[in-house]
């Protein structure tokens, strides 16, 4: 028997045709992705997303926070929840969000949040090497985004963000889109979710460098196993530019360079823990030659009445881990 359903593979297939479309229609804004600016638009969205490899687009969740992944995720089970997501990076990096969602009936629900990423604190010196003072870096961004139901099973939904990057006296701004569809087949417990992130302009570049915004194309797809409490979840990003891998790689590396997998044993509604793999992050991260394990995720979630708390650990090799916390509260 088939895993997906008739009329998700006929879902799927508007969806490629959507992504497709969007990806034709917007070839140069999608050029020199790694030189991009604003990297606190490539933050993953959650502890949760976090463990389980990255930002699924395709991961039901009732937290505002789910903006950040697919602005067609954010649910009216949001109303009234605030989120608040901290990631203690290397060295003196420290990043983080917060979320807050609003319901409004048949007009949608709404979510709106603020990403920051801060650099530290830097020397200054002159030609002599003297120190001369201190100069920080950070980046910040507002978005502001909702869904709304469509036909049976589909919400679509859109973002939009504000953002400014600093260094020193010196700044950046600007102005992006993000928009995503998501299709819940609730009856075969498994979601296909397709979004495009970071279409946008640059108001302003720091100095003489051409920033650019971090675009990025995605298909996700969810499925909670009939026989063992078990979430999988497949994501492909990056699919606007396959650039994945070694000039020697195979079709099958180059596809593993766009691909994340997940899973998540749902035990029950106060205890989950989580597992994923990034490819392209292990291979770009490793050091060791055997048992490297940058690029494996893991974590778990806890709920207890109205709090919920979630914890991700990412491995980046011999150079250390990135530890994420999530917390929720509905007001």
Partial sequence: MSLISRPLRSSLLALCWLTLWMIMGRQTAFAQIENSGFPVLQLEPSARTAAMAGSSNALLDTGPGSLFANPALVSPEADGRIEFSWLNHLSDINAGWIAYGKDMGAKGAYAAGIRYLSFGQFDERNELGEKTGTFSA?????????????????????????????????????????????????????????????????????????????????????????????????????LHKMDGGPDDAGTIARILYHTRLAGEFQFSEAFRVRFGYDHRRHDELKI????????????????????????????????GGLHRITIASSL
């Fill in 138 to 238: 950070a980046d910040i961004a507002l978005t502001v985004g909702g869904s709304r139901a469509w036909k049976s099973g589909f919400r679509y939904g859109a973002a939009l963000s504000v953002m400014h990057s600093s260094l020193a006296s010196n700044g950046a701004t600007g102005v992006g889109i993000d928009a995503g569809l998501i299709y819940d087949d609730a009856t075969r417990r498994q979601s296909l979710g397709a979004s495009i992130h970071n279409l946008g302009l640059v108001l302003s570049s720091i100095g003489e460098r051409s920033d650019a915004l971090p675009a990025d194309v995605r298909i996700g797809y969810t499925r909670r196993l009939a026989h063992l409490p078990l979430l999988v979840s497949v994501t492909g990003y990056r």
């Fill in 288 to 319: 060791k030659s055997r048992l490297d394990m940058a690029g494996f995720s893991t974590g778990l979630g806890v709920r207890l009445s109205r709090f919920s708390f979630d914890y991700a650990f990412n491995s980046w090799s011999s150079l």
